[in-house]
Every structure is written in structure tokens, then in C-alpha cells.
């Protein structure tokens, strides 16, 4: 089956539920081709968080089994070839054995669990409190990159990126965390970690 179009799911619609085959994840994909510096129909450029293939808002997603990409190369310091595939705005979403093919964007309380993740530059950025189990994060970085960029705005915010028994792979030089305001935090425990 294919669209024809971006999908989109509003906070209006909570308790929404994307399922695939768990152990077949690669016969569900929900793809596009979307880029930071493309025009939407009133000729403004989208940015990053709109570049996205699939956009949840709703409070209470959950996905299982579906492959979530964008097909767009990002270049490194390229100018508006950044790309998402998923941007999770939702709170309290839990997604498993799923699959990330560029970068996702989360706002939130999130449980990723057994999730596959491939990017190159901050391929895992945002503003939330998730947690990634047993998933495997995978950099497809030619020279260099980095796995998770986390803001916070104040020392007292409740949020980060907590890593636990994940697999780090793939390629480039790879920095686990950058930066992204004065309060990031992002927490690796007990991963495996082989960058070639």
C-alpha cells in the first residue's frame, strides 16, 4: 500500500495505535522524502520538525512493528538537508520493534523498547525524558556524528535520553551525546559499543 501524502496524527486523538507485523518489520514501512530547506505550499521553507515523514501528536501512541523513514542523504553541515523520518510530540508513547531510518525529533515521556535507530548527525534529538531499551543505534556517519543531541532549559527539568543494554554501531567518529543547551543529559548503561 502507498500514500500520497505525509502522516499526521493530532494530540486531538489519543490512544492511537500503529501495528505491524513484530517479527517482520521491513513489510511496513511509512516513508517520505521531505528535507529542512524544501517549500511548503506557501513557499516557506519547512524546517527541521516539519521535514517529517510521520508526525505523532497523540498522547498515548503506540507503534509496533512499523519501519518509520525518511529517504532524504543528509550531508553533514550541509545547509537544509536535514531530514526526520519520525517527530514524536506525544506524551507517553511507547514504541517496540520499531525501526527509525533517519533522525526523529521527541517531545515527552517516551518507552522505546527494541528499537533499530539509524542517522548520522543527531539522529536522536529533542526536549523529552525516554527511554531506549535493548535497542540498537546505528551511525551511517561518513566522517562524523553524533547519537543524541537532548536540551534542557533548567537544571530542575525532569527530562533526558536513558540508554540502557543497547548495541552502538555503524560507522564515523560518533559522539554518544552533544550539547544542546546548558542542561543536556543523556546517559548510556551497560551498552555494547563498536564503532568501525
Known amino acids: 500500500m502507498s500514500g500520497l501524502e505525509k502522516v499526521f496524527v493530532p494530540n486531538s486523538k489519543p490512544y492511537i495505535s500503529f501495528i505491524g507485523d513484530e517479527n517482520r518489520t ?88 527494541q528499537r533499530y535507530i539509524q542517522g548520522s548527525v543527531d539522529f536522536i534529538f529533542g526536549r523529552s525524558r525516554s527511554l531506549y531499551q535493548d535497542c540498537v543505534l546505528h551511525s551511517t556517519a561518513k566522517r562524523f556524528g553524533a547519537i543524541a543531541a537532548h536540551h534542557r532549559d533548567s537544571q530542575y527539568d525532569d527530562t533526558g535520553f536513558s540508554f540502557v543494554n543497547c548495541t552502538i554501531n555503524g560507522s564515523g567518529i560518533v559522539y554518544l551525546g552533544r550539547a544542546w543547551g546548558n542542561y543536556s543529559r543523556v546517559i548510556y548503561s551497560y551498552c555494547d559499543i563498536t564503532i568501525y
Open 26 to 113: 521491513s513489510e511496513t514501512i511509512i516513508t517520505w522524502n521531505d528535507r529542512a530547506s524544501d517549500k511548503d505550499n506557501n513557499g516557506c521553507q519547512l524546517g527541521t520538525s516539519r521535514s517529517a515523514s510521520v508526525t505523532i501528536e497523540s498522547n498515548f501512541f503506540c507503534s509496533i512493528g512499523i519501519t518509520f523513514e525518511n529517504l532524504v542523504v543528509a550531508v553533514p553541515r550541509a545547509y537544509g538537508m536535514q531530514a526526520v523520518a519520525l517527530r514524536l510530540a506525544a506524551d507517553k508513547a511507547m514504541l517496540y520493534k520499531v525501526r527509525t531510518i533517519m533522525d526523529h525529533i521527541i517531545y515527552g515521556s517516551h518507552y522505546f523498547y
